[in-house]
């Protein structure tokens, strides 16, 4: 069995890189019991880097729903 050094895992260890840039960045002081909160954020930020022009399309659409009909 031959060792590659981890470099099956080049993917996830750019995103590990990411994360910790990004919650070194962000939250300059982090707790480990808000640890899953940062983890939830920074994946809802990623899953959605994207869509940002829709995002706020679409809230500008649910303002006007509301609008009409109020």
């Known amino acids: 069995m031959d060792s590659d050094n981890g470099n099956n895992f080049y993917e996830i260890h ?5 994360f910790k840039g990004w919650l070194r960045g962000i939250h ?3 707790r480990k019991n808000h ?3 940062y983890l939830d954020e920074y994946c809802f930020r990623y899953n959605r880097r994207n869509n940002l022009d829709s995002i706020f399309h679409k809230l500008v659409e649910r303002m006007v729903l509301v609008l009409s009909h109020a």
Do not use: K, Y
Not at 14 to 18: A, F, G, L, T
């Open 35 to 37: 640890m899953q909160g």
């Open 28 to 30: 300059h002081h982090c």
């Open 14 to 18: 750019i995103q590990i890189m990411n």
